[in-house]
C-alpha cells in the first residue's frame, strides 16, 4: 500500500464533524488486498451516520491504485475493560483463501455441529479444511472430532501446530485446557487468543477455514469482524422465532461490519425418523427459508433433527463423512455455501453505459 493511499484517506471529511479523519485521529488502520481496502476506523461521536461516512471513504478511494472496492470497519470498545490498540485491519498473512464464520445470535441451535459437519463435507469435495474453534469459553471441536483426550497443541518453528481429524485441521482452546476446566477470561485476552489462532498456527495452504463462532454478540465476534480478512457468515438457526429474532441480531453484527452473508441454514430444521425415514416438522419448518428473503440472504438448506447427528458428535465420529440423508444435506448446504462465497468476492464487472 503507497503512502498516497494512505494520505487519500486521512483526507477525508467526516460528514458528521466536517473534519478530516487525519487529523480527528481516527485512522486505525489500512489494508489492502486484492483490490479490497480494508479501512479500520476509531470510534466517531454516538449515532454518527456511517452510511455517509462509507460513501465518503469510497469515492475518495475507490479507483486509485489498485482499489476497486472499501470496506469500512468502525471499532467498537470491547467490553471489559481496556481499549483496544490499534490494530492491523488483517493479519500479516490471510490463513486461508476462504475464511468463513459460522455464526448465530442463540446458543445451542447447533452451530459446533453444523460448522464441523460442514468442514467435514468440504474435506469429501477435496478441499483443505481447517476449523477453528472460536467458543473459548465453552469449546466444543474436541467432543465433535474425538480429541477430548488430545495432547495439547505443539510449537514448532513454523507456528502452533494445528490437531487433525476427519481430514480437518483443528485448533480449540479445548486443546489448551481441560474439557471440564473453567476460563475465566476478560475480553481482550480473548480477542488475543483468537487472534494467535489467526495468526500465528500453521494452517499451511488451507482453501477454506471455517470458524465455529460463540454464541451472542461480544468480544469473539467483534476480534474476529474487525480483525480478520472474513470471506463471508453462515448464520445457524432453528426454525421457531425466537432463534431466528436472535439469528437477526447476528446478521445485523455482520451487516455493521460489511460482511457478506452467505446464507441461512436451518438446522433440526424437521424430525427425521431414523426407522422409517419420514420428516415430521416439530418446529415448524421453512421460518429460515422465509428469513433469509426477508434480509435478502441466500438459503444454504435444512439440516434435520436427527438421533445420529448427537450421538455422532458425542463419539468424535461426523456424520457428514458418511453418505446418509443427513450427510447429504450438509453436502448441499456445503456448496451452495462454497458459491456464495466464492461469488461474493469475484470482482464486479465493470458497467459499461453507452449511450
Ligand atoms: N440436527 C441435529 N439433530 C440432532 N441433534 C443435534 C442437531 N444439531 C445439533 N444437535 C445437538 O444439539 C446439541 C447442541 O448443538 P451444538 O453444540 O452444535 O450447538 P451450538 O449452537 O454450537 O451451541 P453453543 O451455543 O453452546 O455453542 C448437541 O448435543 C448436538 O449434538
Ligand atoms: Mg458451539
Same mark, same amino acid.
Given at each position: 500500500?503507497? @503512502?498516497?493511499? #494512505?494520505?487519500?484517506?486521512?483526507?477525508?471529511?467526516?460528514?458528521?464533524?466536517?473534519?478530516?479523519?487525519?487529523?480527528?485521529?481516527?485512522?486505525?488502520?489500512?489494508?489492502?488486498?486484492?483490490?479490497?481496502?480494508?479501512?479500520?476506523?476509531?470510534?466517531?461521536?454516538?449515532?454518527?451516520?456511517?452510511?455517509?461516512?462509507?460513501?465518503?471513504?469510497?469515492?475518495?478511494?475507490?479507483?486509485?491504485?489498485?482499489?476497486?472496492?472499501?470496506?469500512?470497519?468502525?471499532?467498537?470498545?470491547? #467490553?471489559?475493560?481496556?481499549?483496544?490498540?490499534?490494530?492491523?485491519?488483517?493479519?500479516?498473512?490471510?490463513? $486461508?483463501? *476462504?475464511?468463513?464464520?459460522?455464526? #448465530?445470535?442463540?446458543? !445451542?441451535?447447533?452451530?459446533? &455441529?453444523?460448522?464441523?459437519?460442514?468442514?467435514?463435507?468440504?474435506?469429501?469435495?477435496?478441499?483443505?479444511?481447517?476449523?477453528?474453534? $472460536? @467458543?473459548?469459553?465453552?469449546?466444543?471441536?474436541?467432543?465433535?472430532?474425538?480429541?477430548?483426550?488430545?495432547?495439547?497443541?505443539?510449537?514448532?518453528?513454523?507456528?502452533?501446530?494445528?490437531?487433525?481429524?476427519?481430514?480437518?485441521?483443528?485448533?480449540?482452546?479445548?486443546?489448551?485446557?481441560?474439557? *471440564? @476446566?473453567?476460563?475465566?477470561?476478560?475480553?481482550?485476552?480473548?480477542?488475543?487468543?483468537?487472534?494467535?489462532?489467526?495468526?500465528?498456527?500453521?494452517?499451511?495452504?488451507?482453501?477454506?477455514?471455517?470458524?465455529?463462532?460463540?454464541?451472542? &454478540? !461480544?468480544?469473539?465476534?467483534?476480534?474476529?469482524?474487525?480483525?480478520?480478512?472474513?470471506?463471508?457468515?453462515?448464520?445457524?438457526? &432453528?426454525?421457531?422465532?425466537?432463534?431466528?429474532?436472535?439469528?437477526?441480531?447476528?446478521?445485523?453484527?455482520?451487516?455493521?461490519?460489511?460482511?457478506?452473508?452467505?446464507?441461512?441454514?436451518?438446522?433440526?430444521?424437521? /424430525?427425521?425418523?431414523?426407522?422409517? !425415514?419420514?420428516?415430521?416438522?416439530? /418446529?415448524?419448518?421453512?421460518? $429460515?427459508?422465509?428469513?433469509? @428473503?426477508?434480509?435478502?440472504?441466500?438459503?444454504?438448506?435444512?439440516?434435520?433433527?436427527?438421533?445420529?447427528?448427537?450421538?455422532? #458428535?458425542?463419539?468424535?465420529?461426523?456424520?457428514?463423512?458418511?453418505? !446418509?440423508?443427513?450427510?447429504?444435506?450438509?453436502?448441499? $448446504?456445503?456448496?451452495?455455501?462454497?458459491?456464495?462465497?466464492?461469488?461474493?468476492?469475484?470482482?464486479?464487472?465493470?458497467?459499461? /453505459?453507452?449511450?
Amino acid at each position: 500500500m503507497t @503512502d498516497a493511499l #494512505s494520505k487519500a484517506l486521512s483526507e477525508v471529511i467526516d460528514p458528521a464533524t466536517g473534519h478530516s479523519l487525519g487529523a480527528a485521529g481516527r485512522v486505525g488502520g489500512l489494508d489492502l488486498r486484492d483490490g479490497v481496502a480494508t479501512i479500520v476506523l476509531r470510534p466517531g461521536p454516538q449515532g454518527e451516520d456511517i452510511t455517509a461516512l462509507r460513501a465518503a471513504v469510497a469515492s475518495a478511494l475507490e479507483g486509485r491504485e489498485g482499489v476497486t472496492r472499501t470496506r469500512v470497519i468502525i471499532e467498537t470498545q470491547l #467490553s471489559g475493560g481496556a481499549k483496544p490498540k490499534p490494530k492491523p485491519a488483517a493479519p500479516a498473512r490471510a490463513p $486461508a483463501r *476462504r475464511i468463513i464464520a459460522v455464526a #448465530s445470535g442463540k446458543g !445451542g441451535v447447533g452451530k459446533s &455441529t453444523v460448522a464441523a459437519n460442514l468442514a467435514g463435507a468440504c474435506v469429501k469435495l477435496g478441499l483443505k479444511t481447517g476449523l477453528m474453534d $472460536a @467458543d473459548i469459553y465453552g469449546p466444543s471441536a474436541p467432543r465433535i472430532f474425538g480429541l477430548s483426550d488430545a495432547p495439547g497443541l505443539r510449537k514448532t518453528d513454523a507456528g502452533i501446530e494445528p490437531l487433525e481429524a476427519h481430514g480437518v485441521k483443528l485448533v480449540s482452546m479445548g486443546f489448551l485446557v481441560g474439557e *471440564r @476446566d473453567p476460563v475465566v477470561w476478560r475480553g481482550p485476552m480473548v480477542t488475543g487468543a483468537i487472534r494467535q489462532f489467526l495468526n500465528e498456527v500453521n494452517w499451511g495452504d488451507l482453501d477454506v477455514l471455517i470458524i465455529d463462532m460463540p454464541p451472542g &454478540t !461480544g468480544d469473539a465476534q467483534l476480534a474476529i469482524a474487525q480483525g480478520t480478512p472474513i470471506s463471508g457468515v453462515v448464520i445457524v438457526s &432453528t426454525p421457531q422465532t425466537l432463534a431466528l429474532d436472535d439469528a437477526r441480531k447476528a446478521v445485523a453484527l455482520f451487516d455493521r461490519t460489511e460482511i457478506p452473508i452467505l446464507g441461512i441454514i436451518e438446522n433440526m430444521s424437521f /424430525f427425521l425418523c431414523p426407522p422409517c !425415514g419420514e420428516g415430521t416438522e416439530i /418446529f415448524g419448518r421453512g421460518g $429460515a427459508r422465509a428469513e433469509a @428473503d426477508l434480509i435478502g440472504g441466500p438459503f444454504l438448506g435444512e439440516i434435520p433433527l436427527h438421533p445420529e447427528l448427537r450421538e455422532a #458428535s458425542d463419539a468424535g465420529r461426523l456424520v457428514a463423512s458418511g453418505d !446418509g440423508p443427513v450427510a447429504k444435506a450438509f453436502l448441499r $448446504a456445503a456448496e451452495a455455501m462454497l458459491l456464495n462465497v466464492d461469488a461474493a468476492h469475484r470482482p464486479a464487472p465493470d458497467i459499461v /453505459f453507452v449511450s
